[in-house]
């Protein structure tokens, strides 16, 4: 069968080439060729493996219109997962070529350590790694990466942000939303408990820190997307980074709010971080930021003296909207870096 060149520039200039042929998706034979790209979901649902496709034809299999908005997809954006080359392709990726993995995914095992409620239906879980020949007890990640949780013995497998930084313990954090009737979060309602074993798998993902200066950093979280902003801000308050950083972080009413004794011990480690907590449907007593965190993001736009790099994480009518509300300040899209999710069952 007649295959087509493809060639992937990532965001720092390094370059990647392999075959694909018509009837294979560009994740699976790039998978073939050793070289794992980000991604998530594998059926373009999730958003994760976008990418700019600036030379050539293909065809874009089904997908889900939340994770590829109208406007990406019209410019050349596309799922790596379910695009289909019809020629050569040249391709733009928005990430480093450090978030490219050469060969395979990492497997272990780990021990849940806690698993806690840290708001109506969410949680905290807590995982260590069994230490191995390879790694030893070494949790080694970038901040803005998630990792695949899998039970044993049952078909069930859910992807989720880490909320802290890579360390030699072994130490694992994730903040979960359980979803109704979700596979993972009945398993984890009914049955996880301290001293069980979950398979891992990863890192993986593109989202994290960008190099760019001292630009100030704006963070604007929904929900558990709070966790891979968590890691960011934690790897700056580790290496003292002196970037100016705002956290946005919303909630439809103060009680969803979660965390914030975390946020607050953060803050004494990073005195420069502003924690601007959000809520959509206020209680009349309510004495922080009345409205959404992009409501919050396009209010400070306004008066902000540098343009920042902002980083987003939550569902896609945050991320559209907040995008959309940077753009209209004058943002460029280069400046921009989110990451969205959409609720598994």
């Given at each position: 069968m007649n295959t087509h060149a493809i060639e992937l520039t990532t965001r720092d200039g390094e370059q990647l080439r392999f075959e694909c042929a018509a009837d294979q998706n560009l994740l699976e034979a790039a998978a073939c060729a050793q070289i794992v790209l980000p991604a998530q979901c594998g059926q373009g649902s999730c958003g994760t493996c976008y990418a700019d496709v600036t030379h050539g034809d293909f065809t874009l299999g089904k997908h889900n219109p939340a994770a590829l908005p109208v406007d990406d997809e019209a410019k050349g954006g596309t799922l790596l997962c379910c695009t289909f080359p019809q020629s050569d392709l040249r391709i733009s990726l928005p990430f480093d070529h450090d978030r490219i993995l050469i060969g395979e995914i990492k497997v272990r095992n780990a021990e849940i350590t806690a698993v806690d409620s840290v708001g109506e239906n969410t949680l905290r879980l807590e995982l260590r790694l069994e230490a191995?020949?390879?790694?030893?007890?070494?949790?080694?990640?970038?901040?803005?990466?998630?990792?695949?949780?899998?039970?044993?013995?049952?078909?069930?497998?859910?992807?989720?942000?880490?909320?802290?930084?890579?360390?030699?313990?072994?130490?694992?954090?994730?903040?979960?939303?359980?979803?109704?009737?979700?596979?993972?979060?009945?398993?984890?309602?009914?049955?996880?408990?301290?001293?069980?074993?979950?398979?891992?798998?990863?890192?993986?993902?593109?989202?994290?820190?960008?190099?760019?200066?001292?630009?100030?950093?704006?963070?604007?979280?929904?929900?558990?997307?709070?966790?891979?902003?968590?890691?960011?801000?934690?790897?700056?308050?580790?290496?003292?980074?002196?970037?100016?950083?705002?956290?946005?972080?919303?909630?439809?009413?103060?009680?969803?709010?979660?965390?914030?004794?975390?946020?607050?011990?953060?803050?004494?480690?990073?005195?420069?971080?502003?924690?601007?907590?959000?809520?959509?449907?206020?209680?009349?007593?309510?004495q922080g930021f009345s409205g959404t965190p992009v409501d919050a993001l396009a209010q400070d736009l306004a008066g902000a003296v540098v343009l920042p790099d902002i980083y987003l994480c939550g569902p896609p009518a945050l991320i559209d909207a907040a995008e959309a509300a940077a753009r209209a300040k004058g943002v460029p899209d280069q400046q921009v870096l989110s990451e969205r999710f959409l609720p598994t069952v």
């Open positions: 191995n020949e390879d790694s030893g007890s070494v949790a080694e990640f970038e901040p803005g990466q998630f990792m695949e949780l899998e039970v044993p013995g049952q078909d069930i497998k859910r992807a989720y942000s880490l909320a802290n930084t890579g360390n030699w313990e072994g130490r694992l954090e994730f903040l979960i939303r359980l979803q109704p009737g979700g596979l993972f979060s009945t398993w984890l309602r009914e049955q996880a408990a301290v001293g069980q074993t979950l398979i891992v798998h990863g890192p993986k993902g593109a989202f994290g820190l960008h190099e760019s200066g001292l630009r100030p950093r704006w963070f604007v979280a929904g929900g558990t997307g709070l966790a891979p902003m968590m890691s960011m801000l934690r790897r700056m308050a580790e290496f003292q980074e002196p970037h100016p950083a705002r956290l946005y972080f919303g909630a439809n009413r103060a009680e969803d709010l979660f965390c914030q004794t975390e946020l607050e011990a953060l803050q004494a480690e990073l005195p420069q971080l502003q924690v601007i907590y959000c809520v959509w449907k206020p209680e009349d007593n309510w």
